[in-house]
């Protein structure tokens, strides 16, 4: 899944020095209804989907996507759909922070 940075989104929300209006960024996945993308400083921050319009909507097969209780999405691949794992990865967990630069830098190579 491509996403836009959006102009108005990006003042409007104060992500400026983030999210650069007009850059396009591959969706790691859905938290919350929520992007996580890789930031323009390779942060995989979660920012809100109304501050990007999408470009390509096509999402990998292997998702594991499920619903909250309010019917709010949440998708990922499965290795980084396990409960806690964003947590260790900004924790600084050694084999957290490697799964997931194994799993991005696969997507961003087929995305290629």
């Given at each position: 899944m491509i996403v836009r940075a959006i102009q108005t989104a990006v003042d409007q929300l104060g992500l400026g020095g983030s999210l650069t209006p007009g850059q396009d960024y591959s969706v790691?996945?859905?938290?919350?209804?929520?992007?996580?993308?890789l930031d323009d400083v390779g942060r995989p921050y979660l920012y809100p989907a109304a501050a990007f319009e999408i470009i390509d909507a096509h999402e990998p097969v292997d998702w594991v996507s499920e619903s909250g209780d309010q019917g709010e999405r949440y998708a990922y691949p499965p290795v980084l759909n396990e409960?806690?794992?964003?947590e260790d990865f900004f924790d600084g967990e050694p084999g957290a922070v490697a799964t997931f630069w194994r799993v991005v830098n696969a997507r961003l190579t087929e995305a290629a």
């Open positions: 790691i996945g859905i938290e919350a209804d929520d992007y996580r993308v409960p806690g794992f964003f």
